[in-house]
């Protein structure tokens, strides 16, 4: 069974850079198939794909976030992590990593808060 | 962006009734389209896939039906442990999108 545990500050102040880590276990990252993937969802409201990367490292990212993100793999501790530049309140959410199948969807984690705040 | 409708935005039902959540995409998705539970403090969990398959280990009165742009959830008895928040998701096209969201809640 698929793993995915979120890990990071819980804090970050505006202007400065949010950096998670998920850390996948029953599965190999190095795997071709899954898209190794970032939610997000704002306290109350809905969910908000961030995006993902292969395990070639090819990341796709949604176009509304694509300036201030970078997504990438360290298949020696079969993790995957997100780095997003220049927060503001309105990146305060509950992110998640997930294990995402195009065809069938897929595995999540559990997810945690990140508020920005100073 | 494919825009995702989901209605309604919250139920009231009580155990043992039959229970239907719609779907809409803004354009076809053919089957490209899973459904997810989530209760409080915790991840969404799959419930069904490309529009109508079960996920192992899902109770079989989840089901799901419909392509192209209209979708349904049905839970045919509703059971205690089933009052969550419904979602569904449409992997047809990037970005990926979710629908707001159907809160089940006790009657």
């Known amino acids: 069974q698929v793993q995915l545990q979120e890990s990071g500050p819980r804090l970050v102040k505006p202007s400065q850079t949010l950096t998670l880590t998920c850390t996948v276990s029953g599965a190999s990252i190095r795997s071709g198939g899954p898209y190794w993937s970032w939610i997000r969802q704002v306290p109350g409201k809905g969910l908000e794909w961030i995006g993902y990367?292969?395990?070639?490292?090819?990341?796709y990212y949604n176009p509304s976030l694509t300036s201030r993100l970078t997504m990438s793999l360290d298949t020696s501790k079969n993790q995957f992590s997100l780095r997003l530049t220049s927060v503001t309140a309105a990146d305060t959410a509950v992110y998640y990593c997930a294990r995402l199948v195009l065809c069938c969807g897929g595995d999540w984690g559990q997810g945690t808060l990140v508020t920005v705040s100073s | 962006d494919i825009q995702m409708t989901q209605s309604p935005s919250s139920l009231s039902a009580g155990v043992g009734d039959r229970v239907t959540i719609t779907c809409r995409a803004s354009q076809s998705i053919t089957t490209y389209l899973h459904w997810y539970q989530q209760k409080p403090g915790k991840g969404p969990k799959l419930l069904i896939y490309?529009?109508?398959t079960l996920q192992s280990g899902v109770p079989s009165r989840f089901s799901g039906s419909g392509s192209g742009t209209d979708f349904t959830l049905t839970i045919s008895s509703l059971q205690p442990e089933d009052f969550a928040t419904y979602y569904c998701?449409?992997?047809?096209?990037?970005?990926?999108?979710f629908g707001l969201g159907t809160a089940v809640e006790i009657k």
């Open positions: 490309a529009a109508s």
């Open positions: 998701q449409q992997s047809y096209s990037i970005p990926w999108t």
């Open positions: 990367i292969y395990y070639s490292g090819s990341p």
